[in-house]
């Protein structure tokens, strides 16, 4: 299994920013999937931003231009950037990984725009 841990969450004013981290198990393969999800209440979990096997980055159209996906690979960690936060924004945050076919998700972290 890979295990996935996310941190950053919090509470911020819109406009303002914060950084989501999520470190991931040494051993998983580099060139892998990994995506940012969040699920705000009462919604579906939608995927947010997303790293392909060969480094492309795609993002949902509510975040592209504000939030910004990144990887560091000798930290074992990936990132989320996220500016001008808006109250949409607002929801929990949840890691993902595909590795062989198999999709592992982080417990989450709430970001809550007020």
């Known amino acids: 299994d890979v295990q996935l841990v996310e941190s950053g969450g919090g509470s911020v004013q819109a406009g303002g920013s914060l950084r989501l981290s999520c470190a991931f198990d040494?051993?998983?393969?580099?060139?892998?999937?990994m995506a940012w999800f969040r699920q705000a209440p009462g919604k579906e979990r939608e995927a947010v931003a997303f790293?392909?096997?060969?480094?492309?980055?795609r993002y949902a159209g509510s975040v592209q231009g504000r939030f910004t996906i990144s990887k560091d690979n000798a930290k074992n960690t990936l990132y989320l950037q996220m500016n001008s936060l808006k109250l949409m924004d607002t929801g929990m945050y949840y890691c993902?990984?595909?590795?062989?076919?198999?999709?592992?998700w982080g417990q989450g972290t709430q970001v809550t725009v007020s």
């Open positions: 993902w990984v595909r590795v062989k076919g198999v999709e592992y």
């Open positions: 040494a051993y998983t393969p580099a060139n892998v999937r």
């Open positions: 790293i392909g096997v060969d480094g492309a980055l």
